[in-house]
């Protein structure tokens, strides 16, 4: 196995993700030129929210698709978001409260290999752009899988790497050049956040090598909707019924 180059150690990724807390809702819009807002829109369609049960949105960040599963559900399902990042559940927490959603959404700090939930706890556990992030991708899948009730899904969204050759080419040298130069220039990041997402992108796995991990890790009938050319693709499980608790 070809050893990782990224560092995706805890105490890096938190500190990292930290320090860009402030720019991360407005970079993450721009540099997607919005279309990020669609993704997690179509997330919350093809995994669609069933009144009163409850959604994990795992390493939620500022809270963007918690918040849309809450406006998909009409704010009628308990929503958790969690994150081991204490700044940008700050700022998650803060836009909870100007969407007058703070009664429906609980935000807390947990790191994704070690979830301080029972098993079998949601029905929907979702994660958005934040598994590639994991320092043990393995122990998160797990921990997603083991808190997802029997029958119950779990979503991935990813990003992921186009397969066109003319777009392409387009792309990765949008997001491996002009990406990172306009996202250090606006963040400032110590860390070099906007180098490491093209890298870390690079080095994680997509499509059917994803899919088949998932597999792995007891997730049935598992799918993957790639979104926008391939830039993200969205990756669905089911949990098999017979995995015991």
């Known amino acids: 196995m070809t050893a990782l180059l990224v560092d995706k150690r805890e105490v890096r990724i938190r500190r990292m993700f930290g320090s ?13 030129f919005n ?24 390493c939620t960040g500022t809270g963007d698709l918690a918040l849309a599963y809450d406006k998909a559900a009409r704010g009628q399902c308990p929503i958790t978001g969690a994150d ?4 940008m559940l700050c700022r998650a927490t803060a836009k909870s409260e100007r969407r007058g959603a703070s009664g429906r959404i609980r935000f ?19 994660v958005a752009f934040g598994l590639r992030n994991v320092t043990d991708t393995d122990r998160g899948i797990a921990e997603l899988v083991r808190v997802t009730r029997p029958g119950g899904q779990v979503a991935i969204l990813e990003f992921s790497q186009p397969r066109s050759w003319l777009f392409g080419r387009l792309y990765r040298f949008y997001f491996r050049q002009v990406l ?21 992108v690079n080095e994680f796995p997509d499509g059917e090598a994803l899919a088949e991990r998932l597999r792995r890790h007891g997730l049935m009938q598992v799918v993957w909707h790639p979104f926008t050319f391939g830039i993200a693709t969205l990756y669905i499980g089911i949990k098999n019924s017979s995995i015991a608790p």
């Open 35 to 58: 279309i990020d807002r669609y993704w997690r829109w179509r997330t919350t369609r093809l995994v669609p929210p069933t009144p009163g049960t409850p959604i994990l949105d795992l």
């Open 84 to 87: 081991f990042c204490h700044e």
């Open 180 to 200: 990172p130069r306009v996202g250090q220039w606006i963040s400032r990041s110590q860390d070099q956040a906007y180098r490491y997402l093209p890298a870390s």
């Open 108 to 126: 807390l700090e947990a790191d994704a290999q070690h979830l301080p939930f029972p098993d079998n706890s949601f029905q929907i556990s979702t």
């Open 20 to 32: 860009i807390a402030p720019t991360y809702d407005l970079l993450n819009h721009l540099l997607s």
